[in-house]
């Protein structure tokens, strides 16, 4: 089945440093999603990306549909302690209601 | 305040039983959706509905059964047939009509954690 390759697969960063993480696949996808899960709870949906190309920010968070339509990444800006957890990517196709998902990235944040 | 709700948080099952977890959502959401998640892994589908009354297999159906007899209620019964239950179960919904849009993506719940003894 479709797949997508998240990385990297965990993370530690120090206060106030820049994130970056990507998802990237062989198949072409439609939209691009970027969650965020706190232990023990369900995924929050951060970013939702619809357009090749897109750029779209929320807050510290910018989030880019690839052009090739075949990856995603994205950024947080001046990590802060609540941004610790594990951020999943997922996809989905032209006409399908379903999500394909990364196996996430576990963000750590130093004081 | 419009949600999912997934009961019991924590749920501890002895082996041969079968044991259902509850969904219910207030989101007037058409489709619902079952996924399971492993340590280190992501989201695995296991069943969903887009209609009351019709259901279809994801990816990892087996030892699962769902039944969709009300629009606002997904439960999932993980039978005995399951050979590796212990997981953090996670349930979410959204509508099948619409504009793209953030507020037409998967909105999850809160997951329930099962533990088999």
């Known amino acids: 089945g479709q797949q997508l390759n998240q990385s990297p697969q965990s993370m530690f960063i120090q206060e106030g440093e820049d994130v970056s993480m990507n998802c990237t696949s062989s198949s072409i996808f439609n939209t691009w999603l970027w969650y965020k899960q706190d232990p023990g709870e369900g995924p929050v949906l951060l970013i939702a990306?619809?357009?090749?190309?897109e750029l779209t920010s929320n807050g510290r968070l910018t989030a880019q549909f690839g052009i090739t339509r075949k990856d995603s990444f994205l950024n947080i800006s001046a990590s802060i302690p609540s941004d610790v957890g594990i951020y999943f990517c997922a996809a989905r196709g032209a006409g399908s209601y379903q999500l394909t998902f990364g196996k996430g990235t576990k963000l750590s944040v130093i004081p | 305040d419009g949600g999912i709700t997934q009961s019991p948080k924590y749920l501890f099952r002895k082996e041969g039983q079968n044991v259902t977890l509850s969904c219910e959502q207030n989101?007037?959401?058409?489709?619902m959706y079952w996924y399971r998640q492993d340590p280190g892994q992501g989201l695995r589908l296991i069943y969903y509905?887009?209609?009351?009354?019709?259901?279809q297999k994801g990816d990892i159906a087996e030892g699962y059964s769902v039944s969709r007899e009300k629009k606002e209620s997904f439960p999932l019964t993980v039978t005995s047939a399951q050979k590796n239950p212990t997981a953090f179960y996670l349930c979410a919904s959204t509508w099948t009509s619409g504009r793209p849009g953030s507020y037409n993506e998967q909105f999850f719940g809160p997951g329930t954690r099962l533990t088999v003894l």
């Open positions: 990306l619809y357009k090749a190309g």
């Open positions: 509905s887009q209609i009351v009354n019709d259901f």
């Open positions: 989101l007037n959401h058409d489709a």
